[in-house]
């Protein structure tokens, strides 16, 4: 009988697995994708992600991250990291890496979805399968946070994301965030020969029209190979608890803000760390407290950003405001790249 199940072989199942094998944990990951899984992503790993990911023996290739630089029509700003490096990594060769990982360490990753979930007071039967906990890892629309009657209230305002790769050398190693009027646009160095560009917008937003509205971007980019265009959301999602029994919700899972401030990965780790705490304890409250505690700082600033952004008025003053207080734009980074 396995200790634990992961449902979800994404970037945090696969972390949360090996964080339990480490724990000295018997675990199975239940993922249902093959191969090195793609996603719409922004693929930049803040330095708190970065330091997380090594700390575990996953050292994936890709491109330095120095910092921040915010961009609109009249302004620029940049915030550099103070503590360490993020880095810019694809997100098919982020799972490439965490799956030798867990080759590595023996972890069996089963390839069907989870489907039936059955609690009792001292285990969890997972279709079939006897487990003490199962840690849900799976996704923005988990099926199982639905199934467990953990869906929150859906999100008055939606936005969706979109992601494509352009085949161009980085010209710099900060990820830059294009406003317009209606979205973000945000570039991520990833490779030596290729940029993700991440578009933020409402529903219905094309693509190649976010970034026709973004001169200095589409200049940069004209003329360049692009990629399919990958999309995800409504990026606002939430969960009414964390835990259910012996199931616990972990990532996107557990609820999402929105991708602006690019910390999703680095808040899913610090998840799947303190999950696996709780199960070896055999104490899922604990977890709820942790995940509490883990998410506050980024919460608050990522939805003020938000607030802000959602207001015209307010919206065109960001990149200005941020230029004329370089000192508070940098720290609001640094707070955001900390480890969670
Ligand atoms: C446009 C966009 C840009 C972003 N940019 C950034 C960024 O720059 N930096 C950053 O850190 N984060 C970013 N994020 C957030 C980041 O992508 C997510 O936080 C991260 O992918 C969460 O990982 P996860 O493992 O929780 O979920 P996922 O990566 O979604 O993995 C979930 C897995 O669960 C599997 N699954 C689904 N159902 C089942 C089932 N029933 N049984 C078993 N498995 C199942 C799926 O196949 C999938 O592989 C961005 C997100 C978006 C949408």
């Avoid at 008055?156 to 900060?174: D, I, K, M, N, S």
């Amino acid at each position: 009988m396995p200790d634990l199940v992961v449902a979800g072989g994404g970037p945090v199942g696969l972390a949360a697995a090996l964080y339990a094998a480490r724990a000295g944990l018997e675990v199975v990951v239940r993922e249902p994708r093959t191969g090195p899984v793609d996603k719409a992503c922004g693929e930049g790993l803040m330095p708190g992600a970065v330091r997380d990911l090594l700390a575990l023996g996953v050292d994936p290739e890709g491109q330095d991250i120095r910092g921040i630089r915010y961009l609109d029509a009249g302004h620029a700003v940049e915030a550099p990291f103070t503590a360490s490096t993020g880095r810019g990594v694809r997100r098919t060769t982020l799972h490439a890496a965490l799956s030798r990982a867990v080759a590595a360490a023996g972890i069996e990753v089963e390839h069907r979805p989870v489907t039936s979930v059955v609690q009792h007071a001292d285990h969890v039967v997972v279709d079939g399968v006897v487990a003490r906990h199962l840690i849900a890892a799976d996704g923005l629309h988990s099926p199982l946070r639905r199934r467990l009657g953990l869906e929150g209230r859906a999100a008055h305002r939606r936005r969706f994301g979109l992601r494509a790769h352009v085949g161009l050398a980085p010209w710099t190693p900060y990820v830059e965030v294009h406003w317009s009027p209606g979205a973000e646009a945000y570039v991520t160095p990833v490779a030596p020969d290729l940029v993700g560009v991440a578009v933020l917008a409402a529903p219905g937003a094309d693509f190649d029209e976010v970034l026709a509205g973004l001169p200095v971007l589409a200049e940069r980019l004209r003329g360049h190979d692009r990629g399919r265009v990958r999309g995800a959301g409504p990026l606002r999602q939430r969960s009414r608890r964390r835990t259910a029994g012996r199931v616990l919700l972990v990532g996107d899972a557990a609820g999402y803000v929105d991708a602006l401030t690019g910390e999703g990965i680095a808040l899913g780790l610090a998840q799947a760390r303190a999950a696996v705490e709780a199960c070896r304890h055999d104490d899922p409250a604990r977890y709820e407290r942790a995940w509490r505690r883990i998410g506050r700082r980024h919460d608050l600033l990522t939805r003020g950003l938000l607030a802000a952004s959602g207001v015209p008025a307010v919206r065109s003053r960001i990149v200005p405001a941020a230029a004329a207080l370089p000192a508070v734009f940098g720290g609001v980074v640094n707070a955001l790249a900390r480890p969670a």
